[in-house]
């Protein structure tokens, strides 16, 4: 079949409307949505704290070292009142003393061991309307995100509708939806990596654009350092495409920042830890082939926290991914080289699920480039393909409105038990979970079980 033509830059008409109509659509969606959040998910819990507080520390200190922050309870901040008042919604329970989460580092004090960049990105609004301010950071960055995945699943040969269809189907269910009203840094890397992909697979970019292709790039590590390999990644991409270009300039612009932000890492890095980098005891650490063997299965399978037990939609992106190849091969080698050592990564890390917070949380900053492979197919798909396709993204839309409905529900105890679906089990009177199957260690025992039952 023939592959229809695509206008891959964004003009006049349908293009430019279609853009604009995923983004406003988007935005409206967090935006209802977002009250229930913050009314369910108080006060914050899981790493958002951590980043808050570093925030706190440059806002009021003008430092990194949060010790102070901590012996003064700064944290009380966004904590409601002891006692809780009448009618309380948020989390039944929390520590009242939010014990800090300091890096492994050669300086006095306590320094965070997360990644400074949400900080950065959430501390200007966080001084300006608190939580609300600081929230509005990565719910803007998710829907730069959805306009993005729009344009890659038109470049992937879709047309404005489907690339719209794919673009939101994505962009509001599991596992971004959640993440886009959340302080993780795991939404704006979804941004800064798509965006790179895009730019750096462009035949030709304006200045301007090969300025944010780089900014991305450099910025991409301060987000969370096991990002850093990606980053590396895409900064050969572009230095490949510098020494090819004619005249060079343009593309300096590229290369500068993200020169700069890799620099100015292993100089923090130096400052912090005495080696240019991050210290994995600061971090659970690392498993062997059979851990990460099983960390891999675990990213997709798990009961709890699995992405394709969220979102299977994604498993038809998966095999999609020939079309893509067929449609845009510059983007798709370049959204593979950059990719697969994260994956690597995270399948290897000991805690691969994430811990206390939505599912598939590592996995957010990849699923957006699900949109070239699902556009690209579903350009050609017949009825019964869009069919699977609709079926397949229903059951995620589900399972993620049950979760929006009550935000607790996103948040699971390592215990095998997966609250979406039970939800779904109790309302058809069918135990829907005992075909679930744990990978993470602490929930061997329910494993076991699900795997023994006929």
Not at 53 to 69: F, H, K, W, Y
Not at 77 to 92: A, C, K, R, S
Not at 97 to 104: Q, R, S, T, Y
Not at 195 to 208: E, F, G
Request: glycine share 10%.
């Amino acid at each position: 079949m023939a592959r229809p033509a695509v206008q891959t830059v964004p003009g006049r008409g349908p293009f430019e409307r279609g853009l604009l109509v995923v983004c406003g659509l988007a935005l409206l969606a967090w935006l209802a949505l977002l009250p229930r959040v913050l009314t369910r998910l108080d006060p914050l819990t899981g790493d958002e704290p951590y980043y808050v507080m570093t925030a706190i520390s440059l806002l009021q200190d003008g430092d990194l070292d949060e010790s102070n922050n901590y012996a003064q309870r700064d944290y009380e901040q966004f904590y409601p009142p002891d006692p809780l008042p009448p009618g309380w919604q948020g989390w039944p329970s929390f520590p009242r003393e939010l014990p800090p989460h300091p890096a492994h580092s050669r300086l006095p004090g306590f320094h965070t061991k997360h990644g400074l960049g949400l900080s950065l990105l959430i501390a200007l609004p966080w001084a300006a309307a608190g939580r609300l301010g600081a929230v509005l950071v990565p719910l803007s960055c998710g829907v730069l995100l959805a306009g993005q995945t729009f344009l890659l699943a038109r470049e992937s040969g879709a047309r404005p509708g489907i690339a719209g269809v794919v673009a939101l189907g994505l962009a509001l269910a599991m596992p971004v939806g959640p993440y886009a009203l959340l302080l993780f840094p795991e939404v704006p890397a979804a941004l800064c990596l798509v965006y790179a992909v895009r730019r750096l697979a462009a035949p030709a970019n304006r200045p301007w654009q090969w300025l944010l292709a780089g900014c991305a790039v450099g910025f991409l590590p301060w987000l969370h350092q096991r990002f850093v390999f990606t980053a590396a990644v895409l900064g050969l991409v572009a230095l490949g495409r510098w020494l090819r270009a004619r005249p060079r300039f343009p593309v300096t612009l590229a290369i500068a920042p993200a020169l700069a932000g890799g620099l100015a890492l292993l100089g923090y890095n130096l400052w912090l830890y005495g080696v240019p980098w991050q210290r994995t005891a600061d971090h659970a650490g690392f498993n062997g082939l059979a851990g990460a063997l099983n960390g891999a299965a675990g990213l997709l399978l798990d009961a709890q926290w699995g992405l394709w037990v969220v979102a299977p939609v994604t498993i038809l992106a998966v095999a999609a991914l020939p079309w893509w190849l067929e449609a845009e091969r510059r983007s798709f080698w370049i959204a593979l080289a950059a990719v697969a050592p994260y994956l690597a990564l995270m399948a290897a890390y000991k805690v691969w699920w994430g811990e206390w917070g939505p599912p598939a949380r590592y996995l957010v900053p990849v699923v957006p480039l699900a949109a070239a492979p699902l556009g690209a197919w579903l350009a050609r798909a017949r009825w019964p393909g869009w069919l699977a396709a609709a079926l397949l993204w229903g059951w995620g839309a589900m399972l993620t409105a049950i979760g929006y409905l009550d935000p607790q529900r996103f948040y699971h105890h390592p215990d095998g038990v997966n609250k979406l679906v039970g939800v779904v089990s109790g309302r058809l009177g069918v135990d829907l979970g005992r075909w679930l199957v744990p990978f993470q260690p602490y929930a061997q025992s329910p494993g076991r079980t699900a795997l023994e039952t006929p």
